[in-house]
Nanobody
Framework: QVQLVESGGGLVQAGGSLRLSCAASRSIFSINAMGWYRQAPGKQRELVARITTAGSTVYADSVKGRFTISRDNAKNTVYLQMNSLKPEDTAVYYC?????????WGRGTLVTVSS
């Protein structure tokens, strides 16, 4: 069973940057579009960025121009570069396939943005 392991979260001040990484236990990236999802306290999980196998990207309006998703199929890793962070970006961030239906959710990585 494929396992997803997210890392790179932390506490950062508003306006700061973080880079998240997601590694899979075996290669799923080469055959699936991948996405970064987030779940803020009291809210539903939402998809914020996705990248196809060909490298095409789509972003939620709330992060467009600030976040960049990328992937390295050889390393079985997908990244999320987050710049100009806002307090409303505070959430647990997860990666998974797009659409869902593949691996189980990992534990996620917590991003906290202070004002």
């Amino acid at each position: 069973q494929v396992q997803l392991v997210e890392s790179g979260g932390g506490l950062v001040q508003a306006g700061g940057s973080l880079r998240l990484s997601c590694a899979a236990s075996r290669s799923i990236f080469s055959i699936n579009a991948m996405g970064w999802y987030r779940q803020a306290p009291g809210k539903q999980r939402e998809l914020v960025a996705r990248i196809t196998t060909a490298g095409s990207t789509v972003y939620a309006d709330s992060v467009k121009g600030r976040f960049t998703i990328s992937r390295d199929n050889a390393k079985n890793t997908v990244y999320l570069q987050m710049n100009s962070l806002k307090p409303e970006d505070t959430a647990v961030y997860y990666c998974n396939t797009v659409p869902l239906g593949g691996p189980r959710w990992g534990r996620g990585t917590l991003v906290t943005v202070s004002s």
